[in-house]
Structures are given as C-alpha cells and as structure tokens.
C-alpha cells in the first residue's frame, strides 16, 4: 500500500493466491523439514511420535497460522506495524512484533551456516561425492567440515549473498519469483528420489517405522519436541506468516490457503521421512542417528549406491533449496519490518539487514573452530545442536531462538489475536475471500483455549518444570 509519498516504494504484493502459497510454503518447508523432522523422528521411535506431530500441525499450528496471515492481510503491514494496527497507538503489543523481528535476525544468522554445509556438501557430490569413503571417513568429514573457519566462513557469505541478492528483488520479483521456480523443482527431485528408496529394500520397513505407532519409544519429552517442531516447521512465532500475508490482496481466501500450506509442509517433512529411512535400513543404520542423519548416514549410504554421486547432488542441491527460501523468508520479515518503520527503501534495508545479519553469523560460522576440532562426532552434533546450552554462539542462539522465542511469539500472536483484537475485525479478516465461515467458531475456540495451553507446555518444558 502506497501513502501516495514519492519518497516511498509501493508495497509488494503477490500475483496472487499460488504466489502466495508457492512463497509461504518455501517460507515453511526449510532445513526443518529435511533436515530436523526426520532425524527426531528417528530419535523418538516412529509411529506415534509422528502422529503426534499431526496432530500439533492440526491443532496448533494451523489455527495460529491463520492468525498470523489473518494479521497480516488485514493491516497489510509487517509484525511491528500488524500489532500496533490492531491495538492501539503505544500499545506494549508492538513487543512482541519486535521479538518476532529479532527471531528471524538471530535465527537466520545460524541457519545460514547449517544451509551452508548443505552447500558444501553439494559441491562435494558434483566433484564425485563421497564414493570410495568408509563410513569412518564420511563421519569425521563432517566433523572437519565444522572445524573449517574458512570453510564456513565462505559458505556462510555465499549463502547470505544469495538470500539478500533475492530479497534485492523485491516480493514479487524476488521473492514469489525464486518460489516458483525452486518449491516445483524440490517437489520434482523429491519425488525421484522418493522413487529411489521405494526400490530400496528398506522401504517395508521403514513405512511400517514411519506409521505404526508404538508407545514403548515414545517419552514426554518427545511429545513436547513434536510441538515445539511443529512451531518451527510453519515457520510460526516470528512473524513471518504476518509479513507473507501483508502481502496478500484483501479477496484471497486465507482460510484454504493456510490449510494448503500446512498440508504441503507436513507431505515434504513425512516424504523426507520415506526417502530417508529406506535408504538408512537398507544400508543397516541406525535411524535414531541424530542430526548427523543427513550429513552422516545419507553420504555413507550413497557412497555404496550405484550412481550414488548423482543422488547425492540431487539430495543436497534440494536442502540448499529448501533452506533458500526459508532464509528469503526470515530476511524479508526484518527487511519488511525496517522498511514499514524507517522508511528506508527496499534496496537500502535489505543491503543494511544483510549485512548485519551476516556480521551477527560470522562467530556461528566459527563455532567450531575452537575446542571443538577433532572431537568425536556425537559430541560434536550434542554440542551444536541444543543439548548444551551456551556452549558456543551457535548452540546459544538455536537454544534461545527454537525454545524460546518461537513458543513464546506463537503464544503472544494466539492471545492477541483470540483476546485482543477487536471482535469484528478479527471476523472480517477471517471471512473475507473465503467460503469456509462456518469455521470461524471453532478456530477461535481452538485459538482461545488449546493453542495456549499446548504451548504454554512447551514453555514449561523448556523450564524444565514439567
Ligand atoms: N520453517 C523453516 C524450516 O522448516 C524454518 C523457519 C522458521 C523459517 C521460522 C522462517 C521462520 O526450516
């Protein structure tokens, strides 16, 4: 929306509804879904673990979904500008817009590193991948990877260049544009490698580990790791769902669109799983493997695979892929955000943004660097990815960002939204465009009460009170 000013850039829409919904699902489908959900899912014994999962994608995180693209398209503004339209001027509600904000600054710095690993490992399948390696090699090449300051330091920058390059080119010929382009041919390179494990002698197997639940493996602590991932995978609690949906013209319907994304997200994180797990039982892994499972397993596995070079190539080309654009997403909420605020334009913001998202990422990149080389690969993954808390930059912002900001924005946007927003705004901004009103009580209800009990859980989780 333009304030009619020439000193400011008209504000970005999509083409349209597949515009949008190709962009949010990029936005959700990330290093989450091919990375994270298959290895925890392997952690926490199948079956009902996944299962559980849905239902927290169901329950959860679609009602809060809706509320943040309802937010969004109604004030066409990003998270600071969406809460403090809904409220009133000098509402303390812009807070938790600017917690949002620096959700995605801090998460970005980091996930960078991790899509930049995906990178690295791409360029190591294309100059013949790993075939020849035994598992022991492959494992400690992982390990040297992370130790590499410059190694990381250099995927790091191509990675961020990349994203702000993108994000230079505005929503629609940036943003919307490389989601076209990537979110088919992800589905694409999906589906053939999906095709690959259903050869594999392991698919039996791994189908039945995937589905059929069994409550022996399944803890407490996995329940709630199947809400908080539910968080993470749709990319709720920062703001980015309010930011893409600021985008949105007023007749698109949210409702659909919402329960497509989702739907897609869940499809990519469960196809991850199928093409994974058959491919680790049929090479007699194990699939409670941990965060290594992609960057360990998979290599040792194509390594003995015919042609595995290629697979390995169309595997990690797809994790750069889908880690694109989720780092697109989480730079344009805070680019959205400087530019709504300041008014700097698109340009000005992104290039400042970038930069000092890339500055904040540099010591991630050099977490391995020191105390850490030369560990055995266990501790090096129980390091970096969350065990520890504190330990390094790295595992300090992924521990701050996953466990705590995300839950807590998700909370705030559900509260907002279900309590504080005006009756007849939030029922307008639901209705509009779509023909699924009837379902405005009971995703209300849902936003009301089981939203912030669930994860008020997680929360208490994190506190290690329950
Ligand atoms: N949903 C993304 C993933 O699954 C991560 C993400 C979180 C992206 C928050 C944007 C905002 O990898």
Redesign the pocket.
């Given at each position: 929306m333009s304030d009619g000013l020439d000193t400011t850039e008209k504000r970005g829409q999509w083409s349209g509804r597949w515009g949008f919904i190709l962009a949010s699902s990029g936005?959700?489908?990330?290093?989450?879904?091919i990375w994270?959900f298959p290895y925890i899912t392997g952690e926490n014994g199948g079956g009902l673990f996944v299962l559980i999962y849905l239902a927290c994608i169901a329950l959860i995180g679609l009602p809060i979904m809706l509320a943040e693209v309802l937010l969004g398209r109604a004030t066409q503004k990003s998270p600071v500008g969406a809460y403090r339209d809904f409220s009133a001027k000098g509402s303390p509600w812009v807070i938790p817009g600017w917690i949002g904000v620096l959700?995605?600054f801090v998460?970005l710095s980091y996930?960078s590193v991790v899509a930049g690993w995906a990178l690295h490992y791409t360029w190591l399948s294309l100059q013949g991948g790993f075939a020849g390696m035994d598992a022991e090699t492959i494992g400690n090449t992982f390990g040297s990877v992370f130790a590499d300051g410059n190694l990381n330091l250099g995927w790091h920058t191509a990675f961020m260049m990349l994203t702000i390059a993108i994000v230079l080119g505005g929503v629609r010929d940036g943003v919307e544009r490389i989601a076209r382009i990537l979110m088919p041919l992800l589905f694409v390179m999906l589906l053939v490698l999906l095709g690959l494990a259903m050869q594999s002698d392991g698919f039996a197997e791994a189908f039945s580990f995937i589905f059929s639940p069994d409550a022996s493996k399944l803890t407490r602590a996995g329940v709630l790791e199947a809400l908080g991932h539910s968080f993470?995978?749709?990319?709720?609690?920062?703001g980015?769902m309010i930011t893409y949906g600021s985008y949105l013209k007023k007749k698109e319907d949210i409702v659909s669109a919402s329960v497509v994304i989702s739907i897609l997200d869940t499809v990519i994180a469960l196809v991850a799983c199928m093409v994974l797990f058959p491919i680790i039982f049929s090479y007699g892994m194990e699939p409670g493997a941990g965060p290594g499972l992609v960057f360990v397993s998979l290599p040792i596995a194509f390594s003995q695979m015919a042609g595995g070079a290629i697979w390995a190539t169309v595997f990690f080309a797809l994790l750069v892929f889908?880690?694109l654009t989720?780092a697109i997403?989480?730079l344009e909420?805070v680019v959205s955000t400087v530019i709504d605020e300041t008014r700097l334009r698109r340009t000005a913001a992104t290039l400042l943004c970038g930069t000092a998202i890339f500055l904040f990422g540099i010591p991630s990149a050099l977490s391995g660097t020191d105390g850490f080389a030369g560990k055995e690969f266990e501790d090096l993954t129980a390091g970096i990815f969350g065990e520890g808390k504190g330990k390094n930059w790295f595992d300090t912002f992924d521990y701050l960002a996953s466990n705590w900001l995300?839950p807590l924005g998700g909370l705030m946007i559900a509260l907002f939204v279900a309590w504080r927003a005006g009756a007849a705004a939030r029922e307008k901004g639901f209705n509009e465009g779509t023909r699924f009103q009837n379902l405005y009580v009971a995703w209300l209800m849902l936003l009301r009460y089981l939203v912030p009990i669930g994860v008020v859980a997680v929360l208490l989780h994190a506190l290690e009170v329950i």
């Open positions: 936005c959700a489908i990330g290093l989450g879904n994270k959700a995605g998460i996930y993470f995978t749709l990319s709720l609690g920062m980015a889908a880690a989720s997403s989480m909420v995300l």
